[in-house]
């Protein structure tokens, strides 16, 4: 189930970028998408960066539900759980900063969409990658549980609607925001 899964995983992720591409290209051009493809990589940059905390706190759980201790996987999922909010805090902070406050140069000598509206898709990926953080602690309770199908089945049901939202919106003619707007 768990191999299964991972190939289910797979597959979504691989046919929501086949699928992005062609989409984003034809609706908004290339210059747009390009744009979008800068702005798009700092919620993949944030999502990545969970500080470890999903991936210790995961191991520890695991360790707790083989002894039995139920107590103690709650306990770490708990503090893992409030160290990744913290952190989330922090990173959100920084992220909303550099969207609102970065000169307006960093958006490129001629950028394709008014610098106000990079700005708030930049802010709205900002929240989205913070928000995707958050996935990787309930993914550590879904291993440390024995359910790890049932965890990487929800992560590629997550994945595949975030990104079917993104292509509608953007195919029924929606800028960036409203496909920003969508994947959060």
Same mark, same amino acid.
């Given at each position: ?22 989409? %984003?290209?034809?609706?908004? @051009? ?7 493809? %800068? %702005? ?15 991936? &210790?706190a995961g191991t ?5 539900? &083989? ?5 103690? /996987?709650?306990? !770490? ?7 990744? %909010? +913290? ?9 909303? /900063?550099?969207?609102?406050? +970065? ?9 394709? !969409? ?20 958050? @996935?990787?602690?309930? =993914?550590?309770? =879904?291993?440390? /549980?024995?359910? =790890?199908?049932?965890?990487? =089945? ?18 029924w003619g929606g ?10």
């Amino acid at each position: 189930a768990g191999v299964g899964m991972t190939v289910l995983d797979k597959l979504v992720v691989a046919g929501v970028q086949l699928a992005l591409v062609p989409v %984003l290209a034809m609706h908004w @051009g290339m210059a747009q998408y390009g744009q979008w493809l %800068l %702005l798009a990589t700092l919620p993949q940059i944030l999502s990545m960066s969970d500080f470890g905390f999903g991936t &210790a706190a995961g191991t520890r759980m695991t360790m707790a539900t &083989a002894r039995d201790d139920r107590e103690e /996987a709650v306990r !770490v999922f708990q503090s893992a759980w409030r160290a990744v %909010l +913290s952190s989330s805090a922090l990173m959100i902070s920084v992220a909303l /900063a550099l969207a609102w406050f +970065s000169p307006d140069w960093i958006f490129g000598a001629e950028p394709v !969409v008014p610098v106000a509206e990079l700005r708030l898709t930049l802010a709205i990926l900002a929240i989205y990658g913070v928000v995707a953080v958050q @996935g990787s602690i309930f =993914f550590a309770g =879904f291993r440390a /549980a024995q359910m =790890f199908p049932v965890g990487a =089945f929800w992560n590629a049901v997550v994945l595949l609607i975030e990104n079917v939202a993104l292509i509608v919106t953007v195919m029924w003619g929606g800028d960036m925001v409203a496909a920003a707007s969508a994947w959060l």
